[in-house]
């Protein structure tokens, strides 16, 4: 199934952490989302984007404001060739069916679910729902080519379509879907078999993290200089994460590094912040800080500013640490400041099921 959205209003074009917010929500109940629109109320092609909408996805989601309200419910009975009828939420088409305060769904084949939200208020129902058999799963240390190599023919087996996307260095995300008569758990199944070792089967791999760490009843810590923190905000962001996760540390300054975990003032001195020496220490200082089982530390430069003739921007030291060992590796991610941020954050996770691959796969 196809699934857009429409957001109407210029308001929702400013405020996007709202609208990454009703994306989540949305997706929810729709597993995926195949693409976002954002028009003004008064955008004149507003009927025309509406009515291909409608045509082109199975399933629209349309996001107004109070202000857009009117307007949108007025074009969706228009698409309908119906009347608009008073209810306590505003004007809605006759022929809506199914309807809840501040939103209401029509159509057949094709859905139709127009909702009126408010950034400071709770979110309306979404009353769309996928009927697709659905999973994601993420494969470590491979190439697109030997993830075709094995999934295509299971694929071709067992009915399924997938799609392959590159999330950092070594590490991939993997949409699949039930085509008709399909057997996903088959493929699933059989994919996990294939490669132990290489294939975790998560909607969030954050998720899988927590869910593992809490059966070993273990923790996770952080040391993180470029990225700022991200990791431990993406880690947090899932239910259930302070089970495994006491707290971490930015460490932006190599004064702060020194201080607050250790790293000695030569080993900045002789190789600098940005090198695999310190991200060692950095470990070291992170797990006997925060008392946990399992650390990842990064430092780098992203950007647009701090490059040398030796480390240009992109250039990001990541590791990963136990009481047993270390895996410290010297990367270079493309693109601004904030990929660069997400791409060394995720290649931290990737590390981190590297080293614990006998507990964490």
């Not at 939103?103 to 859905?111: A, P």
Request: charged fraction near 20%; include cysteine.
């Amino acid at each position: 199934m196809k699934n857009g959205i429409l957001f109407i209003g210029k308001e929702f074009s400013i405020n996007r952490a709202f609208c990454d917010y009703l994306s989540r929500e949305a997706q929810k109940r729709l597993w995926h989302i195949d693409s976002l629109h954002y028009l003004s109320e008064k955008d004149k092609d507003l009927l025309f984007v509406i009515s291909e909408a409608f045509k082109y996805f199975d399933n629209t989601l349309i996001v107004t404001s109070t202000k857009s309200y009117p307007t949108a419910s007025k074009i969706v009975a228009t698409l309908f060739e119906d009347n608009l009828v008073a209810t306590p939420s505003g004007l809605i088409p006759s022929k809506a069916t199914k309807v809840t305060q501040d939103s209401f769904l029509i159509g057949s084949d094709h859905l139709i679910n127009l909702i009126k939200a408010d950034p400071t208020k709770s979110l309306p129902p979404i009353l769309l729902e996928s009927s697709d058999e659905v999973a994601s799963l993420y494969l470590f240390d491979t190439s697109p080519k030997k993830i075709d190599q094995i999934l295509q023919p299971l694929a071709a087996s067992y009915n399924i379509d997938y799609h392959t996307t590159k999330i950092t260095a070594q590490l991939y995300q993997i949409h699949a879907q039930n085509k008709r008569y399909g057997d996903l758990g088959m493929f699933l199944q059989n994919a996990k078999l294939m490669l132990p070792k290489n294939v975790i089967v998560a909607h969030n791999i954050f998720a899988h993290l927590i869910d593992r760490l809490s059966q070993l009843q273990k923790s996770v810590t952080f040391a993180e200089s470029c990225t700022g923190g991200l990791l431990a905000s993406m880690l947090t962001q899932v239910p259930g994460s302070s089970a495994v996760f006491d707290g971490s540390v930015v460490t932006y300054s190599n004064q702060i590094k020194h201080r607050w975990l250790g790293v000695r003032e030569q080993t900045l001195q002789t190789y600098g912040a940005v090198s695999e020496e310190t991200v060692q220490e950095m470990l070291q200082g992170a797990l006997a800080l925060a008392q946990a089982h399992f650390a990842i530390a990064i430092s780098g430069i992203a950007g647009p500013t701090g490059a040398t003739p030796t480390k240009p921007v992109g250039t990001v030291v990541v590791g990963a640490g136990d009481g047993d060992g270390q895996i410290v590796r010297t990367m270079h991610f493309e693109g601004d400041r904030n990929y660069i941020q997400y791409q060394a954050a995720m290649y931290g996770i990737k590390l981190l099921y590297e080293l614990a691959s006998d507990e964490l796969f």
